[in-house]
């Protein structure tokens, strides 16, 4: 210690009772800081949650706060994506990226708590989401400062074990997984050891909550989802909270092999990054959604809110979930979302999640109008006319520009005539 412990005032440090965070907080003490520590629970898989405050104190935190945040995550950012049917380049379930703006608000809750000066977290200088705790920080509480340890110090992993050591701070002792996971409610990311080369497939001990594919039941599994406005409230009639309906899925889907994800994806700090992803009720979820809005949207709102849907999902990923433009994405989908109330019929085998149904008291889908059968109502004398209106741009344009269009310069021409 240099003397100056506490004269900078608290600081509120994003815990996970890991290596990085535990060395953090004699480094913070040592620059001057009285050390509050903050832990999330987010859904994540951990045996020790309970611990954690405990070692916290143990390690020289001044307070340990640890907060239940599994509904508010489901709630204010889960359903949300959810209604947005928002997924990263057409692939990512922003299951880590969901996690990350509501411990940004958990960090500045606990500081205005606390009257803390600034808040500090683990990451290091080459992740992302560096940026996306730090910019939804800054969006909730701009005079906060950001303290980022392990990004500053530029210690190894070596070096931060002989600094525990040094410091008394108890750490794991087993042997480190080469992987970097991050896990929650929603899915959990795997990246780093054998992945790091696309050409690798994904080792089985990359994954851990989903059955392999091959090895999945060889009997389907067929589960009804309930929506209302857009959300699911239940799952084979059975009404269930958000947080115990997609642990209900996670689990159903996960054993048949549904929710893997193996993405070389675009970074938000400029380079490119293979990353595994298991979100298995999340996959349900979204593909479900997707196809009840088939039949209660209309189409121009489809094609439009396709293009808000990328968005948001870009918005997430990029730390710009607190952001005017995401307000203003929100309300154009919770709009949407009025009429998206029905039951979808879904398939889970062998990593598939496939939609055999769905019904709405809202749906526009009109079986007089599909049908080709009996009970056709649709009025076929009226399609001339709708055609000539349709195509008469079209007409107009090659009159005035005509071009050569129908000729087949490398066609054999085999013509049969009567009587050759």
């Known amino acids: 210690m240099n003397g100056n412990e506490g004269k900078k005032g608290k600081v509120v440090l994003a815990y996970s ?24 629970d987010v859904g994540q898989q951990a045996d020790n949650m309970d611990e954690i405050n405990e070692k916290a104190i143990k390690t020289g935190a001044l307070t340990a706060h640890m907060l239940d945040l599994r509904k508010d995550m489901v709630e204010n950012f889960i ?18 990226a969901y996690s990350r703006p509501i411990i940004a608000q958990a960090l500045v809750y606990v500081a205005h708590l606390e009257s803390a000066v600034a808040i500090a977290h683990g990451c290091t200088g080459k992740g992302q989401d560096q940026v996306r705790i730090e910019i939804c920080a800054n969006a909730l509480d701009p005079a906060l400062e950001v ?45 780093c050891g054998a992945l790091e080369d696309p050409w690798n497939k994904p080792p089985k001990d990359a994954y851990g909550l989903t059955a392999d594919p091959l090895d999945a039941p060889d009997k389907p599994a067929v589960t009804e989802i309930t929506f209302k406005k857009g959300i ?55 593909t479900a959604h997707k196809a009840l809005e088939t039949i209660t949207l209309a189409k121009d709102v489809m094609r439009v809110k396709a293009d808000m849907e990328k968005k948001f999902a870009e918005l997430t990923y990029e730390g ?31 990593g598939q999640a496939v939609v055999e149904g769905m019904k709405s008291e809202n749906a526009i889908y009109r079986y007089d109008l599909a049908t080709y059968s009996d009970g056709d109502s649709f009025d076929h004398s009226a399609a001339v006319g709708f055609i000539n209106v349709w195509g008469l741009p079209i007409k107009t344009w090659t009159r005035t520009h005509p071009k050569e269009r129908v000729s087949f310069k490398s066609a054999a021409d085999k013509k049969l005539t009567a009587g050759s």
């Open 17 to 40: 009772g890991g290596l990085d965070t535990s060395v953090a907080i004699p480094w913070l003490k040592e620059q001057g800081y009285d050390v509050v520590t903050m832990t999330a």
């Open 79 to 96: 359903w949300p994506g959810l209604k947005s049917n928002a997924l990263y380049e057409g692939v990512y379930p922003l299951n880590s």
């Open 147 to 191: 303290i980022a340890p392990v990004r500053d110090w530029h210690m190894t992993r070596e070096e931060e074990m002989a600094y525990a050591e040094e410091h008394n701070v108890p750490v794991p002792t087993t042997r480190k997984s080469p992987y970097s996971l991050d896990d929650n409610l929603w899915g959990r990311s795997c990246e």
């Open 232 to 286: 699911p409230v239940a799952v084979d009639g059975e009404f269930m909270e958000g947080v115990e309906l997609i642990g209900a899925l996670n689990k159903l889907a996960g054993s048949h092999g549904v929710g893997r994800i193996d993405l070389v994806e675009n970074r938000l700090v400029g380079f490119k990054s293979r990353e595994v992803y298991e979100c298995p009720g999340a996959v349900v979820l979204i």
């Open 320 to 350: 710009y979930w607190f952001s005017p433009l995401m307000d203003a994405i929100q309300a154009f989908v919770d709009n949407t979302q009025e009429v998206v109330s029905g039951t979808v019929r879904v398939q889970l085998y062998k």
